[in-house]
């Protein structure tokens, strides 16, 4: 089976061909960074990365775009609010999204532009669309595009232009209430360090041109995949798809989107940034580990209520995962889990449109039975289902970004203190060895049982005492 993905376009599974052979070009709409990211905010970032390891390692070359809102009119009233430079704010709110990308083990798209590094391109493209008769000026220095001109408008959405409320955007000289803005004109009292000069006047673009420049500047007139989360479908993606096509360019073959992490029901709010941000989940003992894979454990499509509870049961799965794994490689060593295959299942489920609920099931039933293999092992001696099992594990968790054996996830302090737990361990079984050689049972028995209280099980194995952390 090859994979197949939900396109929101036709409303419909479609078998993913790329425009051109073995090349994949993917854009995702970045965030807007006027405050600092939550966990909501990362969910679009979680599940594209999950998308990208898995078409390279389906064979693809990728090119990925994600990219950054840095101008826009809440960034400038951020910075009136705080008495700071617009760019400040969304300079310091873009470092915040990239620290918590990294502690989620997103990988770094091919190209993050930012709006403001791409200005021009956005001024030719607002006017080929004037020249196109699928825009125009106002004598304000404002720039709308004309929806009533283009007749394919809603075709994303499945929204009939008739049937739309009046964009939201104020402006005079609107010729119709449904148009939506290309260039914003620079007004009194706005920084004039966020004005570009245009053949319109100074200003600054608008919000939906931003991604269509961008898109074409690093992926070409078209490309494979665009994506972002069910809020921004309309009006933002539907705008962009009929400026782009309005313009002549193919833009994008597919449209993927992700459903929302939803706090009580409702969307959460950027003005959570600061109780939902990974920080504060690991200062309330959530790992990043485990806020990925509760991240990465629902469907990417469906809309998810966060609580803690759920969170905390995440953060115990991952835990059962990753310790099966450390269990496996203390057992039989490290090279014991390198170059693990796919189950089939996983595939399967990995290429029914990133069915990641149905792909981490087969992970905990392989773990599950990797445990009974490494019981039995402890007795038999045979190691070879227990290691062929625990790099199956190992090698699928991988493709999710959760190898507990990914540096990523290996704390140095944790490392530090594993080397001395361990090492007090083995004087304890030492110790415990030489009351059973000299044939004092009560006193082994005691080290065992002071062990077990400190949550650490002894088995005797052939191959001599094998411990584990409860």
Request: charged share 25%; hydrophobic share 40%.
């Amino acid at each position: 089976m090859s994979l197949r993905l939900y396109d929101t376009g036709t409303r419909s599974i479609r078998e993913f061909q790329p425009r051109n052979p073995g090349r994949v070009g993917v854009y995702l709409c970045g965030l807007t960074v006027q405050g600092p990211p939550h966990i909501g905010h990362l969910r679009s970032g979680v599940s594209y990365d999950v998308l990208i390891r898995w078409l390279r390692r389906t064979g693809y070359d990728v090119t990925y775009v994600r990219n950054v809102t840095d101008v826009d009119d809440k960034i400038l009233v951020r910075g009136e609010e705080q008495g700071r430079p617009w760019w400040a704010i969304a300079y310091e709110n873009e470092r915040k999204l990239a620290a918590a990308y990294a502690a989620l083990n997103v990988e770094a798209p091919t190209y993050e532009p930012r709006a403001t590094g791409h200005v021009t391109q956005m001024i030719d493209l607002v006017s080929a669309l004037i020249e196109r008769g699928h825009a125009y000026a106002t004598d304000s220095g404002d720039v709308w595009f004309s929806v009533s001109s283009w007749a394919e408008y809603g075709q994303l959405s499945h929204r009939r232009p008739e049937d739309m409320l009046a964009s939201a955007e104020p402006g005079g000289g609107k010729r119709d209430s449904r148009d939506f803005g290309l260039w914003k004109a620079h007004k009194a009292g706005e920084p004039a360090d966020a004005a570009w000069t245009s053949p319109w006047g100074p200003g600054r673009p608008g919000w939906h041109i931003e991604c269509s420049a961008m898109a074409r500047r690093y992926l070409g007139d078209a490309f494979d995949i665009h994506g972002g989360g069910t809020d921004i479908m309309f009006p933002h993606h539907e705008n962009e798809l009929a400026q782009s096509r309005a313009a002549g360019l193919g833009f994008a073959k597919y449209w993927v989107h992700n459903g929302m992490l939803n706090l009580s029901g409702t969307k959460m709010s950027k003005s959570l940034g600061n109780t939902l941000s990974v920080a504060a989940l690991g200062e309330k003992g959530f790992t990043a580990a485990a806020i990925r894979y509760y991240l990465t454990g629902v469907q990417y499509r469906s809309a998810v209520d966060f609580s803690e509870d759920a969170l905390a049961e995440a953060q115990s799965a991952w835990e059962r995962l990753s310790n099966f794994v450390h269990r496996t490689v203390e057992a039989l060593g490290r090279d014991a889990v390198i170059g693990g295959a796919l189950a089939p299942e996983f595939t399967a489920a990995m290429d029914d449109d990133l069915n990641t609920p149905a792909a981490v099931a087969v992970i905990h039933d392989m773990a599950r039975s990797g445990n009974a293999a490494l019981d039995s092992a402890s007795t038999t001696g045979d190691d070879a289902a227990a290691a062929r099992v625990g790099a199956a594990v190992r090698a699928m968790l991988d493709q999710l970004g959760l190898d507990p054996l990914d540096p990523q996830w290996d704390d140095p302090g944790d490392a530090k203190l594993t080397g001395a737990v361990d090492a007090l361990v083995k004087l304890a079984l030492e110790q415990r060895a030489d009351a059973r050689a000299r044939k004092d049972y009560a006193a082994a028995d005691r080290i065992r049982d002071d062990l077990a209280h400190a949550g650490i099980t002894v088995k005797d194995t052939p191959r001599g005492p094998v411990w584990t952390v409860d």
